[in-house]
């Protein structure tokens, strides 16, 4: 027979009002400890294999790390009491093992920038505090926010501005706008921003709040087609604005990975808005419509298809299967357990710190190590998840989902453009990649799912008692009061 499931702590409190519910805070603090752990660790193996000894930098960073998560702990405590225990480590964890990732990087081509007499510009440092200036915005957005339902106010700007950042980028000249043949960058003296990374956030934003508002219009069936009810005409409004959003994008930005997440997260928020599978089927039509126009029309996704179907066909050609090739013989050497930490070649790989920083894991920690890194992306989705439906508002379900849904999305499309499972794109591992704009907004993003695993897991606040109402003076009893004798001041007799 199978054990009953223990009770979670909203049960307990149901059926227990007056027992305190457990915030889990000494929970999320063993586990930080843990990935604190393994993170120094991963240092440690790095250093002893590239450098045969240990330095001072180890401690640096090591502290750094220690320091960072700590104010984030506490940050929690204070602002989200009752959130996940979970989130935190498991973004502290692979935010950790990505800067541990970089810095074995550094060391490559440190070492070989030496032997060819150049200079090389160490990207840990920059990644620590890229790491600190996304903490500054996950507290200012603990701060701020409240209480994530007051986010429904500002939908209709927070979709303005979020399509006119996504869309600046492509009105700009190339040389404000440009990199590696991407128009996704505002370039700014001595920084670049990537607007869609704070885009998509807004959009959700936009997004959940519209889906509240309008659910009723999409739930409505229009008319039947071999036995299948469509939607109507007039309610595929966001659907179409949200593919014609991802072809502009595809077309002046040339962007396949932004266009493919941000078409994905819609179509989920819509799906699980109305629970109809039809926008499902009527949306991947849509997409696959709009990838063989594409694919006819702009050279560059051709060419990505063509490094997707054979990397070793066009493994000379200028933008060609190179960076795909080197990357998949990576993943073999590394083959099921790796080479170690500090002892593969991940640095061969062209933007081995970046795009394709889960390749140079995958070598150095195998299969069973990516396995692992791709188990805590899963988690962290999953709990976010978990919260999101439960949840007391349609809001905060809707939102809470596709932000979840957005670190599955987008893991799967930059691993699986690695691994040659579809056609590579040009977007980040969350939390891993070296990179300023996807940290702050991927911080900015677990900063609202905490708030809404807050609202998920807080008690319910006790009702008030009401006070007895008075009964109207018209109806009022009237009671015959006696008036007592009054005892005269000085002689003591009666008045």
């Not at 696959?288 to 066009?314: K, S």
């Not at 704009?437 to 008030?464: E, G, H, T």
Request: with cysteine; aromatic share 10%; glycine share 10%.
């Amino acid at each position: 027979m199978s054990q009953p499931s223990p009770p979670d702590a909203a049960s307990i409190y149901q059926t227990n009002p007056q027992r305190e519910l457990p915030t889990r805070r000494g929970t999320e603090l063993a586990m930080l400890g843990f990935a604190a752990f393994i993170v120094t660790c991963a240092f440690v193996l790095v250093q002893a294999n590239q450098e045969q000894e240990l330095s001072f930098s180890v401690i640096w960073y090591g502290l750094a790390y220690l320091g960072l998560f700590a104010v984030a702990h506490f940050a929690v405590r204070r602002w989200a009491p009752y959130a996940d225990p979970l989130i935190l480590p498991s973004v502290a964890l692979l935010n950790g093992l990505g800067l541990v990732m970089i810095y074995r990087i550094d060391l490559a081509l440190a070492e070989r920038a030496t032997q060819s007499g150049d200079t090389y510009s160490s990207a840990a440092p920059k990644q620590v505090l890229f790491t600190a200036l996304a903490l500054a915005l996950f507290l200012a957005v603990l701060i701020v926010v409240k209480d994530h339902r007051t986010l429904t106010r500002y939908g209709y700007i927070a979709g303005m501005v979020g399509l006119f950042a996504l869309i600046l980028p492509a009105i700009l000249p190339s040389s404000l706008s440009e990199v590696n043949g991407a128009k996704v960058w505002i370039k700014l003296p001595g920084v670049s921003i990537q607007p869609g990374e704070f885009a998509k956030i807004l959009l959700m934003v936009f997004f959940a709040s519209f889906l509240v508002a309008k659910r009723d219009l999409f739930m409505v069936a229009g008319r039947k087609l071999l036995g299948v009810e469509l939607p109507r005409a007039r309610d595929l409004g966001p659907m179409l604005i949200a593919v014609l959003a991802a072809v502009c994008i595809l077309m002046f930005e040339k962007d396949l990975g932004q266009s493919l997440l941000l078409f994905g997260i819609v179509l989920v928020m819509i799906y699980v808005a109305t629970e109809r599978g039809i926008w499902v089927i009527v949306g991947l039509g849509f997409f696959v419509v709009g990838c063989v126009i594409a694919y006819n029309m702009f050279t560059h996704v051709e060419q990505r298809v063509a490094n997707w179907i054979d990397p070793l066909a066009t493994y000379y050609d200028a933008g060609g299967g190179y960076q795909m090739a080197q990357a998949l013989f990576g993943l073999g050497t590394g083959g099921v357990g790796g080479t170690g930490l500090g002892a593969g070649r991940p640095d061969i790989v062209p933007e081995a710190n970046s795009d394709f920083i889960t390749a140079g894991l995958g070598e150095e920690l195998g299969f069973i190590g990516l396995a692992a890194i791709l188990m805590m992306y899963l988690i962290l989705a999953t709990r976010g998840m978990r919260s999101a439906l439960a949840v007391r508002d349609t809001f905060g379900k809707l939102l809470g989902c596709g932000l979840s849904f957005a670190i599955v999305m987008q893991v799967f499309v930059i691993v699986g453009g690695v691994t040659k499972l579809i056609p590579m794109t040009g977007i980040t591992t969350p939390f891993l990649s070296y990179g300023g704009s996807s940290l702050l907004a991927n911080y900015i993003l677990v900063a609202l799912l905490l708030r809404i695993s807050d609202a998920a897991r807080r008690p319910a606040q006790k009702p008030r008692p009401r006070p007895q109402q008075q009964a109207p003076l018209a109806e009022a009893h009237t009671v015959l009061v006696q008036r007592p004798p009054v005892t005269g001041p000085e002689t003591g007799t009666q008045a």
